[in-house]
């Protein structure tokens, strides 16, 4: 075990909504904190949100303690949002009781929490990371005008909190360099991937991949559209989508309407997703905004060429246009349907951007990546 003895017991607290979904940030905490504890000794303590949220869907460490403190009053519907806000300085005041009564060295937060108890304890270093790339708070085209105001009021609420915080984690150095017009405390530490734990595709299965919520920002109706494209053409491959969400009926419906039952899946999230890389051809990610992609980085470790919309922010870190896969310009449906039909058609290019996937992915390990934690954490 590495780490002087003062380092072993140094405290750190991670606030997060909840551990029971089958999310990127909730993956790559469980992860992370392991690693944490069994690598370095840290003692660790989760506090979780959400009502309820007591459990973890992946795996922690014994000595890892798991804590539920509810902040969130309020049912996720926009009408709630307002008075949410404006009693969470009485709903986080038993979070803040908490925090002051186990002394921690160093609190993280990974959610919508605000950190009002950055006032009361000094000592206490605080972290905010800032999983969601700065696009997620700068989409209003869509929006009503209330809901613009809201989100107005929302966004200069987080950079508030982030200029509180001792410091922000970002992503990208994309989104580290936006968040820097408001605060300079920002680092950059991207997501990992243990290779340890994932097998290279062979890339000869007639099978597409994509993986992530069934929600609006993933626009994985695209996806089924470009398919639909795809499906006329090169008619013995498969599409399998693997997420839960509030979208699920609706994208059934759709594929049910472009008569594609025996050619497309919707399958729940799963913790075996891993094997489930390991026997597809091609990863296809369509998400509007992305942070940075968990799926994205473990299809490229499973040796996937990847078909992405160029406009999603930290896919470019991951996937670049040409060599392990392709970004389609201006989310192009029929562009999209096109670069899938390239690599159908095409095994040794399939090979070749995956054995380049495999290259990236190596810029991400686990080892590597966590030294970056363990740094941060000795020197702030």
């Given amino acids: 075990m590495n780490g002087s003895t003062s380092r072993k017991m140094r405290k750190l607290l991670f606030v997060i909504s909840s551990l029971e979904g089958h999310g990127g940030s909730e993956r790559s905490l469980c992860l992370r904190v392991n690693y944490l504890v069994e690598k370095y000794g840290y003692n660790i303590h989760i506090v979780t949100t959400h009502p309820g949220a007591t459990s973890s869907i992946y795996p922690l460490n014994s000595k890892i303690i798991v804590t539920n403190i509810p902040t969130e009053r309020y049912k996720n519907r926009f009408i709630y949002k307002i008075p949410q806000v404006l009693t969470c300085i009485k709903w986080e005041s038993e979070l803040t009781n908490f925090i002051v009564r186990n002394d921690f060295d160093i609190c993280s937060s990974l959610g919508a929490e605000t950190f009002h108890y950055t006032s009361r304890e000094k000592k206490i270093k605080k972290i905010k990371e800032q999983r969601f790339t700065y696009k997620k708070y700068q989409t209003w085209e869509s929006c009503s005008f209330i809901k613009k105001i809201w989100r107005r ?162 896919v470019k870190v991951l996937v670049e246009n040409k060599y392990n ?56």
């Avoid at 494209?229 to 989508?241: A, C, D, F, G």
């Avoid at 029929?334 to 399939?350: K, N, P, V």
């Avoid at 054995?355 to 686990?366: D, H, K, N």
Wanted: hydrophobic share 40%.
């Fill in 153 to 314: 009021i929302r966004f200069k609420s987080i950079v508030n909190t982030m200029r509180r915080m001792d410091c922000v984690v970002s992503l990208t150095d994309e989104d580290a360099s936006f968040w820097r017009r408001y605060t300079q405390n920002v680092v950059v530490i991207p997501n990992f991937i243990n290779l340890n734990n994932t097998f290279p595709a062979s890339l000869d299965s007639n099978k597409i991949i994509s993986v992530g919520r069934l929600e609006k920002e993933k626009d994985f109706a695209s996806l089924i559209d470009a398919f639909e494209i795809v499906s006329k053409h090169r008619q013995n491959w498969k599409l399998e989508i693997y997420g839960n969400g509030s979208l699920s009926n609706e994208l059934l419906e759709r594929v049910k309407e472009y008569r594609l039952g025996q050619f497309v899946t919707i399958v729940p999230a799963t913790k075996d997703i891993f094997e489930k890389y390991q026997h597809a051809s091609i990863y296809v990610h369509t998400a509007v905004y992305e942070g940075f992609s968990n799926s994205v980085l473990e299809a490229l470790a499973h040796r996937l060429p990847v078909v992405a919309f160029e406009s999603v922010g930290g």
């Fill in 325 to 380: 896969g392709f970004l389609v310009e201006k989310r192009s449906v029929s562009d999209l349907a096109d670069r899938m039909m390239m690599l159908i058609d095409d095994f040794e290019l399939r090979v070749k951007m995956g054995e380049a996937s495999l290259r990236v992915a190596e810029r991400f390990t686990e080892d590597k990546v966590m030294s970056m934690w363990h740094d941060l954490y000795s020197s702030i």
